[in-house]
């Protein structure tokens, strides 16, 4: 079955440090993959998406990019700030009707000022 | 716009006991999934609900039931609770069946003792 591999946490960085959490994929067809952002106190929120190949997904300053040649969908940041402390989930979606969303573990940031 | 709301934010129940959680789908939308999340661990995909009928099952038990109302509000009931079950629950709406963003509500924290 589909599955979703992060790495392990937790992550800690100084403000303006550069962030990237690893995320690979199992899936059957051409599934599109997200990264879901959970803040404290909050609802998960959908950070980015990518519906194919060498898509890339972007928004408040984090991107990633659908490589399916390595099945991966790495969350990257140039600079970090404390705002952005938070658990981040790397999820699927298999292809047709079916919005099935699969995560993996999630990890959690916390920068530091 | 209203979003995703979910009731109780907080309840503890007795293993074997039946509990109903409820689930307000954001304005429009018409497709409600429910989530399990475990402490430490990413969401689960338990049921999703199109249209008032089921429409795809995670790989949980038949105690695990749904259901979906005319104004597409949802309840989610677990029957013989057992300690295991005790988590996150998290109900999220969208429009259609094809995945393109799942807006998520706060959850419901269950506790069985």
């Known amino acids: 079955g589909d599955s979703v591999t992060q790495m392990e946490g937790p992550v800690t960085l100084s403000e303006e440090a550069c962030l990237t959490i690893?995320?690979?994929?199992?899936?059957?067809?051409?599934?599109?993959l997200f990264w879901y952002v959970q803040y404290p106190g909050e609802g998960l929120q959908l950070l980015l998406k990518a519906t194919k190949a060498d898509d890339k997904g972007s928004n408040k300053g984090f991107e990633a990019t659908y490589r399916k040649e390595t099945t991966s969908f790495h969350l990257e940041k140039g600079s970090v700030q404390v705002s952005d402390s938070a658990v981040y989930f790397c999820?699927?979606?298999?292809?047709?009707?079916?919005?099935?969303?699969?995560f993996g573990k999630g990890i959690t940031l916390s920068v530091r000022p | 716009e209203t979003g995703v709301t979910q009731s109780p934010t907080h309840l503890i129940k007795t293993r074997g006991q039946q509990v109903t959680l409820r689930c307000s789908s954001q304005?429009?939308?018409?497709?409600v999934s429910w989530y399990q999340q475990a402490l430490g661990q990413g969401p689960q995909f338990i049921f999703q609900?199109?249209?008032?009928?089921?429409?795809g099952r995670g790989n949980f038990p038949p105690r695990f039931s749904g259901l979906q109302f005319p104004n597409y509000s949802s309840e989610l009931n677990v029957n013989a609770l057992e300690l295991d079950d005790s988590a996150l629950y998290l109900c999220a709406s969208s429009f259609g069946q094809d995945l393109y963003e799942q807006y998520f509500g706060p959850g419901t924290r269950l506790t069985v003792t």
């Open positions: 609900y199109y249209r008032e009928e089921e429409n």
């Open positions: 304005s429009g939308h018409n497709t």
């Open positions: 999820a699927l979606s298999p292809t047709g009707a079916n919005s099935k969303l699969t």
């Open positions: 690893n995320c690979t994929y199992t899936a059957t067809g051409y599934p599109s």
